[in-house]
Structure formats: C-alpha cells, structure tokens
C-alpha cells in the first residue's frame, strides 16, 4: 500500500520548504511540481541519464528515484541555486562562454554533476572529467563543446581563488 502522504521539509538552495505527500515520492517531483524548480530536468526516470542530478550534502546525485524523505535534513542544491547573489558559478559561466548546450535538457545535470567534481578534484585530468560524466547522456552530442567547458571553469577556478569569475 502507497505510504500516506505527510508534510516534508526539505533545505533547498538555503532555504527551507515544506510539501505535502507520500515519503516515497521522488526528490524530482518535488523540486519541479511543489517548489517549482523546474531546472532539475526529468527524464529517464531510472537513474540512467543524469539530467535530473541535483547536490545532497555536496554530492551530486540522480533525483528521479531518490525518495524526499530519504533526504529531509540534508542540504540540496539545485541548478538555481549554484549562482551566487547573481553571480554565475564557475561552471555555469564555462558552459555559457563555451556554448556548451543545444536543446539544454541534459545540461543543468551536467553543471552540477562537474561542479561536484571541481569542488572535490579542483584539476581533474580529462580521463577523469570523462569517468565523472559518463552515466550523463546527450542526445544533441554537445560532450566535447562540455569537456571544453569543464577544463574551462577548472582554470577559471585555480586563477580566482574566490571559484568566482
Ligand atoms: S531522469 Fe534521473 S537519471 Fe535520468
Ligand atoms: S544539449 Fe540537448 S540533450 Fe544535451
């Protein structure tokens, strides 16, 4: 039987947000349908393709399958919220200056998932970046104009040591 629904709060990009429903209901759900983060990008919904990643305690995670209430108390990032008062994350603004996104759908998984790879591996050879991406698909074929991005927001990184461009 489907768990009853119940007021779940969540701390998203800093703030805390409360919804209602089932425990079980995916993080993904929430952040689009309640909170009305629709960055998070729903597709596969199998936890095969990385656009709906999103960071959990600094972990960039699938947030298709992941149930809310598994992560009550955890602190969540989404796309909206990697910018700084306005200012773009590194990553973001890499992905910008590169041109690193056709369609976009798959591109707010990629940002996150690299820009959890830059804060733990600040100079991350390409074999790396490579590993770290490889479960996110793109079906528009934008890899090298990203790979391009991601080694530009890591030397953006290493020359501003705010992370800030
Ligand atoms: S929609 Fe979550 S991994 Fe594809
Ligand atoms: S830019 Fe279209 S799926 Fe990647």
Same mark, same amino acid.
């Given at each position: 039987m489907k768990p009853a629904p119940r007021q779940i709060t969540l701390? #998203?990009?800093? /703030? #805390?947000? +409360?919804? +209602? &429903? &089932?425990?079980?209901?995916?993080? &993904?759900?929430? =952040?689009?349908n309640d909170l009305g983060l629709t960055g998070t990008k729903f597709a596969c919904g199998l936890e095969q393709c990385g656009a709906c990643k999103v960071l959990v305690d600094g972990e960039a995670v699938p947030s298709c399958r992941l149930p809310a209430a598994e992560v009550e108390g955890c602190q969540i990032t989404t796309i909206e919220g990697l910018a700084d008062e306005g200012e773009l994350h590194p990553v973001q603004q890499a992905f910008v200056d590169e041109q690193a996104a056709q369609c976009?759908?798959? +591109?707010?998984?990629?940002? #996150?998932? !690299? !820009?959890?790879?830059?804060? /733990?591996n600040p100079e991350p050879t390409a074999a790396q970046v490579k590993e770290a =991406?490889? #479960? @996110?698909?793109?079906?528009?074929?934008? @890899?090298?104009r990203v790979l391009r991005a991601i080694r530009r927001a890591a030397d953006m990184m290493a020359t501003n040591g705010d992370g800030r461009p």
């Open positions: 701390k #998203v990009n800093g /703030q #805390v947000r +409360t919804c +209602t &429903a &089932a425990p079980d209901t995916p993080l &993904a759900y929430l =952040l689009r976009g759908f798959c +591109t707010s998984g990629l940002i #996150v998932a !690299a !820009a959890a790879l830059l804060e /733990q =991406l490889a #479960v @996110h698909i793109c079906r528009c074929g934008s @890899h090298s």
